[in-house]
């Protein structure tokens, strides 16, 4: 026999999933996209940097939309550049700039960012670190000239060769989309 409580909890139960059927009954087919902006205004306002939507799960707000690309790219080394870099014991304050999203590889030639606005949401390599900042392009995706292409900048015998993927075999010119 059922001790009064857990009874009390079925019958709970019971009502709640009638009141479901009812809703079931009540709905339409009609589907909502969505129901907040993809991204958050930028901490540098200025250069247009986003970074992360949610820092805290490494959701970079390019990722918002272009989901393959935010999966290949948390299962690299570049999405826990922050951490690295605090973990080595070794950081110094120009350490900062590389692994964050800065000017650092990519088109802008001042300081940006990170290295503007030190925000959680700059941590780590992100996409913005190639591409170049996002704003004017999450603001309106379907304009094809907002589209952020990845350059590497070439700014002077250190940047581009330190700041880029080891790998590249040479640093492609600035201003040409490169290919990895
Ligand atoms: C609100 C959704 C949205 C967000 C956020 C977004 N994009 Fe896009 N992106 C698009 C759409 C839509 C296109 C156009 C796709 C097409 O024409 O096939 C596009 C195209 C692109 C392209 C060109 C792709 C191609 O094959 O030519 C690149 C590169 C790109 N986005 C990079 C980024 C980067 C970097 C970010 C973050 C700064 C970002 N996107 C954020 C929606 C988004
Ligand atoms: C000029 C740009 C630049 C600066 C400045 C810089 N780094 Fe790095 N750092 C990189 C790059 C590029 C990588 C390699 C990323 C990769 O292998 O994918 C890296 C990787 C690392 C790693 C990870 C190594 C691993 O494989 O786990 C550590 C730790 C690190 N850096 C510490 C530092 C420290 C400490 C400083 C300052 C003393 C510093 N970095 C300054 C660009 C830089
Ligand atoms: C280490 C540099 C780097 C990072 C980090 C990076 N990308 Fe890219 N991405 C590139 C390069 C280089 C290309 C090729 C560009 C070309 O061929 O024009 C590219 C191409 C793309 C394209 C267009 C081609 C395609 O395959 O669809 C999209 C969209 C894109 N990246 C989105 C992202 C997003 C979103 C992130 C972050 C989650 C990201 N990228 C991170 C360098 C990078």
Redesign the pocket.
Known sequence: MLDRPVFARLRFVSAAIAVLFVLAGCTTDKVVFRDRPPFNPPADTANGFLGYFTASTKQTTCGNCHVGHQKQWSGA??SS?FA??V??G???S??Y???TVSD?GNAVVSPAGYDKAPDLAYHD?QCENCHGPGLAHVSAPDTPGNVPLAHIAILGP??AA?????TLPTPPLRGQPVTL
């Open positions: 080394k570049h550049a690295d870099l973990n080595s070794g950081a110094q120009y350490c700039t590389c692994h650092k390599v250190d940047s330190s700041c880029a993927e080891s």
